[in-house]
């Protein structure tokens, strides 16, 4: 938490069922002096019983791609030569009360290496995300991308 862990640290627990995340975690942040200063729990379930994934990561960064080529066309930009997009893991995530496994996808900009997820960059960077099951792509802001 910081260069130097200026704040402390953060110790982290993630549950991972037959290969994807599920929304069910655990962050114990530890200050300078040894204390625990924070905990954060997300009582989500441990195992679902989600439709099998039809993308690859390759897929997803391409659909990501893609997307945003389409998004800053309609605002009249093209997509950045120095932009690095990875899908890095499928994660459970549910949307109108359905749980399906879904891409998560980094976007960087620049010579910057690849953000981890949570951590503040300078720079553009966004985490996308694509439904493993029928490729549709959500923004940064988790908004569906229109086709057209």
Do not use: C, H
């Amino acid at each position: 938490m910081g260069e130097k862990a200026e704040l402390g640290w953060i110790t982290s627990w993630r549950w991972v069922d037959d290969d994807v995340l599920m929304p069910r975690m655990l962050d114990v942040q530890v200050s300078r002096l040894g204390t625990v200063s924070q905990v954060d729990v997300s009582r989500g379930p441990e195992r679902l019983d989600l439709e099998q994934p039809q993308l690859d990561a390759k897929k997803a960064e391409s659909l990501v791609r893609e997307g945003l080529a389409k998004q800053l066309a309609g605002r009249g930009r093209t997509t950045p030569d120095d932009l690095t997009i990875k899908a890095f893991t499928l994660k459970a995530v549910q949307r109108e009360g359905i749980w399906r496994p879904a891409w998560l996808v980094n976007i960087a900009q620049g010579s910057q290496p690849m953000p981890t997820p949570g951590t503040p960059t300078s720079g553009m960077a966004e985490l996308w995300q694509v439904d493993a099951v029928n490729g549709q792509v959500y923004d940064g802001a988790d908004q569906p991308l229109k086709e057209g």
